[in-house]
């Protein structure tokens, strides 16, 4: 059996392609099937996330194309910036994955979540319209690297084994999985010399 466990080198050429929902490109041990039939299993790092046009290479050396299957999504349409502002605040704050299609030809802004009548109602409260449909989804990623993508800087170093590796500039640090600078806090020490002397007695 094809055992895909890496991401291609630069410049490889698909012979195949693994379609698969986003639900399956989340996990990291799965055994799937390519679109011409053959079963292939996927043994990745852990913490990797498939985005649709990653390039896998297998135990024998091929290389497979992950494709974005078409699923069962609602997308959900603004008619403004506000509402749609609105709206990605409020699907934040529960934690759900959310893809941001952009305007729209008609001037609605949109955004794709996976299929649920809680937040389609909530959504409507809140203005807006969301309709099932069948398309691929690709999630906004986490702001500062929470999953790695086959391929990316997050998937090409170990960030468990280097955890005060200077990734930024000017000697500043960043967190683990981050590309985002963690600046060190400044603690005020008051001067000694000044405070000695002054107390109440």
Known sequence: ???????????????????LPYELREK?????????????????????????????????????????????????????????????????NRHTPVQIVGAK????????????????????GLGAHAHAVMAPFEPESGAYGGHSHVGSHDHDHDHDACDHHDHGQH????????????HEPKIHRPDLSVWKGTQDK
Do not use: K, W
């Not at 000697?171 to 963690?182: A, F």
């Open 28 to 92: 990291t041990r799965l055994r799937a099937t390519l679109a011409g039939g053959e079963e292939v299993a996927l043994f990745l790092r852990r913490g990797t996330v498939l985005r649709g046009g990653d390039l896998l290479q297998g135990n024998d050396g091929r290389v497979v194309r992950i494709v974005a299957a078409d699923e069962p999504v609602l997308e959900v349409e603004c008619r403004d910036g506000l509402e749609f502002a609105r709206c990605a605040y409020h699907l934040g």
């Open 171 to 182: 000697g500043r640090h960043v967190h683990p999985g981050s590309r985002m600078p963690v």
């Open 1 to 19: 059996m094809l055992t895909l466990t890496e991401a291609a080198p630069p410049g490889a050429v698909p012979v195949a392609d693994l379609p």
């Open 105 to 124: 030809p008609d001037g609605h802004f949109a955004l794709r979540i996976r299929a649920d009548h809680v937040l389609a109602d909530m959504l409507a």
